[in-house]
C-alpha cells in the first residue's frame, strides 16, 4: 500500500490537494491478520478478551462480551435508558455545589481549620486544572495487550474559531470534543466540553465551526475507522454557545446499526465522518456518513439521505471527506467516497470499493438529494478504475498475493484540502 498524491485542477483554478491510499494488492491483509497469538485457556486469556474482543480461535465470542458488559451497565435491574440520565442531570443542576462551611478535621497531626467559606479547600481546589488530552502509560497494562511506553488515542479533526484565533475545537476518537481558549502553543490548555448527561457518546469524528455564527459547533459522532469494531454512531452534536452545552440532532436518523456484510457474522455500525456547514447559508449542512451523504437545510433539524454520488448501490459509500466551496453566491460540493479496498473477517464488504473517488456537485440544492446524475466524478489523472464502479474486492484470506484487476478501481481512503490562498 503506498500514498499518492494528486493535485486536480477545478474551475476557477481551483487548486484541490486529494491523498489516496492505493490498494495495489491484497498483501495488507496478511499483516493485519498475523501475530496474534493468544491462547484458549487461563482465566487472564478471557479477561483480555472480553476487553479486546476478536474472532480468532481461543477468544470469547462476540456474543458472551455483549453479555458481560450489558450485565455491568445495567446492574441490578437489567435495563437502561438514556432519559434516566438526562433526568438526574436536570435533577443535579438544580442543587447548589460548593465548599460547605463549617470545621475541617485535622488528619495526622495537620492543623484543623475552621472558616465560614473553607478558604483553605478553595484555594486547593483552585490549583487543579485539566490536564487535557495527552498519551498514557501503556507498559505494565493487563495482558493482553501492547507495552508502546506513552501512548495516545486518535485525535480525528481539529477546528479554529474564525472569529476568535486563540480558540480552537479537538474531536478525539473516543475522548469528545475538547476546547483551548489560548491556542496554540506548547502551553496551550484544553477543557473537555462534552461529558455531560445529555451527550450519550464520546465517539467523534469531526468538528467543525459555522463560519458565519463562531458561537455554533457541529460535531459528528461516530468512527470511520475502517478497524475491526469501530464505534457506532449516535447522532450530529450541535452546540450554540461555543461549547458550553451540546444537543444531538438525527439520533434516530444515524442510527448505530449499519447492514451486515453478506456473509458476516458480527454487527456492523453507522459513523458520521464529517459534517459540514454551508458559508453562504448557515441552514444548510451536509454531512458524510459510511452510507452517503445526508443533507439538512434547517440547521440539522430534519434531514434527506442517505444521497449517493454515483450509480454504483452496491459500492460502499463511505465519506472520508467532505468541502462545502464558497463560489460566491452559490456554494459547491466536494466529496471523497474512500472505502479500504479490500475486506476483514468482520468488515467482509470493504473491498467493495468501486465507487471511490472525488465527486463534484454544482451547487446546494434547495432540498432533499441532489439527483445522482448531477455529481461530476473527477477522475483526470487518477488511476484507471477511478470511479468505475469496478471493486478490486480481493479474496480475504492471509498471506495473499492477489492483484486488483487491471480496470478494478484502486483507491483506498481518501482525504481533500482547498488551499487557503486559491480556493
Not at 478471557?46 to 462480551?65: I, M, R, T, W
Not at 435508558?81 to 442531570?89: D, K, L, Y
Not at 444515524?254 to 447492514?259: D, H, I, L, Q
Not at 484502486?410 to 482547498?418: P, T, V
Amino acid at each position: 500500500m503506498r500514498e499518492k498524491f494528486h493535485h486536480l485542477t477545478l474551475g476557477r483554478q481551483t487548486r484541490l490537494l486529494a491523498v489516496a491510499l492505493v490498494t495495489g494488492a491484497a498483501a495488507t491483509v496478511a499483516l493485519l491478520l498475523a501475530g496474534s497469538q493468544h491462547g484458549a485457556g487461563g482465566s487472564a486469556a478471557v479477561q483480555g478478551a472480553l476487553y479486546s474482543p476478536g474472532g480468532e480461535a481461543g477468544e470469547v465470542s462476540l456474543a458472551k462480551v455483549e453479555q458481560y458488559w450489558q450485565t455491568r451497565l445495567t446492574y441490578p435491574t437489567g435495563r437502561f435508558n438514556q432519559r434516566w440520565v438526562t433526568g438526574a442531570a436536570k435533577q443535579a443542576q438544580r442543587i447548589k455545589s460548593g465548599i460547605p462551611k463549617g470545621h475541617y478535621k485535622a488528619w495526622r497531626g495537620t492543623r484543623s481549620v475552621t472558616g465560614s467559606h473553607g478558604a483553605q479547600s478553595l484555594k486547593a481546589l483552585a490549583a487543579a486544572r485539566p490536564l487535557g488530552p495527552q498519551p498514557q502509560v501503556s507498559t505494565g497494562c493487563q495482558a493482553p495487550c501492547f507495552t508502546f511506553g506513552l501512548v495516545s488515542g486518535r485525535v480525528s479533526a481539529i477546528a479554529f474559531d474564525p472569529a476568535h484565533t486563540s480558540v480552537a475545537y479537538l474531536a478525539q476518537d473516543g475522548g469528545g470534543i475538547w476546547k483551548t481558549t489560548n491556542c496554540c502553543t506548547p502551553f496551550t490548555t484544553w477543557t473537555v466540553t462534552t461529558d455531560g448527561a445529555s451527550v450519550s457518546t464520546t465517539t467523534t469524528d469531526d468538528v467543525t465551526v459555522d463560519p458565519n455564527n463562531s458561537n455554533v459547533v457541529y460535531a459528528a459522532t461516530g468512527d470511520i475507522s475502517f478497524g475491526s469494531f469501530a464505534f457506532g454512531s449516535a447522532g450530529v452534536l450541535k452546540s450554540t454557545d461555543a461549547g458550553n452545552s451540546w444537543q444531538t440532532l438525527g439520533a434516530n436518523v444515524f442510527t448505530p446499526a449499519y447492514p451486515a456484510a453478506t456473509g458476516g457474522t458480527y454487527p456492523q455500525y453507522q459513523a458520521v465522518s464529517k459534517v459540514r456547514v454551508d458559508p453562504n447559508n448557515s441552514k444548510n449542512v451536509v454531512v458524510g456518513t459510511k452510507t452517503g451523504l445526508f443533507f439538512s437545510y434547517d440547521a440539522g433539524v430534519n434531514w434527506a439521505g442517505p444521497c449517493l454520488t454515483n450509480g454504483f448501490p452496491s459500492q460502499r459509500q463511505d465519506i472520508t471527506d467532505l468541502i462545502l466551496r464558497d463560489d460566491g453566491s452559490t456554494t459547491s460540493i466536494y466529496a471523497a467516497v474512500g472505502a479500504r479496498g479490500y475486506g476483514t473477517f468482520v468488515q467482509q464488504n470493504l473491498g467493495k470499493n468501486g465507487a471511490n473517488g472525488v465527486y463534484r456537485l454544482g451547487a446546494v440544492p434547495a432540498g432533499g438529494c441532489p439527483a445522482v446524475g448531477s455529481w461530476t466524478a473527477l477522475t483526470n489523472g487518477w488511476p484507471t478504475g477511478t470511479a468505475s464502479g469496478v471493486a478490486c474486492n480481493p479474496p480475504i484470506v492471509p498471506d495473499t498475493t492477489t492483484l486488483c484487476a487491471a480496470t478494478a478501481n484502486k483507491l483506498g481512503r481518501i482525504e481533500m484540502a482547498i488551499a487557503p490562498s486559491d480556493p
